[in-house]
């Protein structure tokens, strides 16, 4: 039996979660709903301003994929985390908050400099605006990846964000290679549409001639297929990965596993927050297959997850959900 059911490379973030106003936004000019990179100042300047306003924030350690194999873990899968963080205070809250969580953690050690952080601002209606300064996380090296660890895994996890250098997408692409020499699993996740579009190329030379599942939402399908409707976009990717799992909201997922085309539907929620919600999703998905289930059990158990996590304000669940989740789907 393999030590771990999942590991996970990605962006070793402080999340710094915080709800915020239109208005702020707009006198902080910030473009709502997307993703932007700034450098410390920046992110500094918007700290300053948050504390300034004394607004309520949750601070936890993040990234997509970290969030996914956390959410993973709390449901009972072994995974193990490879990112990279500073010597300095958030970097030891991150390994802690890991280790919490039940997720081992590489054994690489801390060089000096500054943790990354993303400042998530949510506002009224849900929407999420993040400002992400990679810190430590931008030089993420081959130091950082446990092949140990890995050739010890069912499945290697990975996320879109990471290709926007081109010193990550080799690390990227050279535990990709590795996993598969070896006969691990490769997930990816095309993680956001200015990725898909921008980086499709990186990802897809990540991916080589294939991987075994992705996760993406439909315009994230779209664009990276350069496809104008999901039947087109869902045919292109099947010439790319042997399965997937797309989210569409509200709406549930639409899920290919090698075989057939499945349509689960969405469970229903008042959302409030929706940061973190593709992240749950792919790590009960995850958490699913692994432990034997199919693909139509897999969607059900990651969209309630998931209607679950936007009711609240944060990208994680309590120990109450889970319980509650695993009494409900018999785990």
Not at 182 to 205: M, T
Not at 236 to 247: N, R
């Amino acid at each position: 039996m393999a030590k771990y059911n999942i590991y996970g490379i990605g962006g070793a973030l402080v999340d710094t979660e915080v709800e915020v106003s239109d208005k702020f936004l707009d006198d902080a000019k910030i473009d709502k709903g997307a993703m932007t990179l700034v450098d410390e100042l920046r992110q500094k300047e918007l700290i300053e301003a948050i504390s300034s306003e004394d607004l309520i924030s949750v601070k936890k350690c993040g990234g997509s994929v970290c969030n996914s194999v956390v959410a993973a873990s709390n449901l009972g899968s072994r995974v193990f985390f490879s990112g990279k963080v500073a010597d300095d205070a958030d970097g030891e809250l991150y390994i802690n908050d890991l280790n919490r969580a039940g997720v081992d953690f590489h054994s690489a050690g801390q060089d000096p400099g500054t943790t990354g952080k993303c400042l998530v601002m949510v506002t009224e209606d849900a929407e999420r605006t993040m400002n992400t300064f990679l810190g430590a996380s931008d030089t993420l090296s081959s130091k950082e990846i446990d092949q140990e660890a890995l050739l010890g895994s069912e499945w290697l996890y990975v996320e879109g964000y990471l290709v926007t250098d081109k010193a990550r997408t080799k690390v990227t692409k050279e535990a990709v290679e590795f996993a598969k020499h070896h006969g691990v699993k490769i997930a990816i996740s095309l993680s956001d549409l200015f990725l898909a579009e921008v980086f499709g190329d990186a990802l897809r030379d990540v991916m080589g001639s294939y991987v075994d599942l992705i996760f993406c939402n439909i315009d994230e399908a779209l664009a990276f297929t350069g496809s104008k409707d999901l039947d087109s976009a869902i045919e292109k990717l099947k010439l790319v990965t042997k399965a997937f799992a797309i989210t569409d909201g509200a709406h549930g997922a639409i899920t290919f596993d090698g075989e057939s085309i499945l349509r689960s539907n969405g469970v229903p929620a008042k959302a409030i927050d929706t940061n973190g919600a593709g992240d749950m999703f792919a790590g009960a998905f995850l958490y699913a297959i692994t432990s034997g289930k199919g693909y139509d059990w897999a969607a059900k158990l990651a969209n309630d997850c998931a209607s679950r996590v936007v009711t609240q304000f944060g990208p994680r669940l309590g120990p109450e959900d889970f319980s509650e989740i695993k009494a409900k789907f018999g785990i």
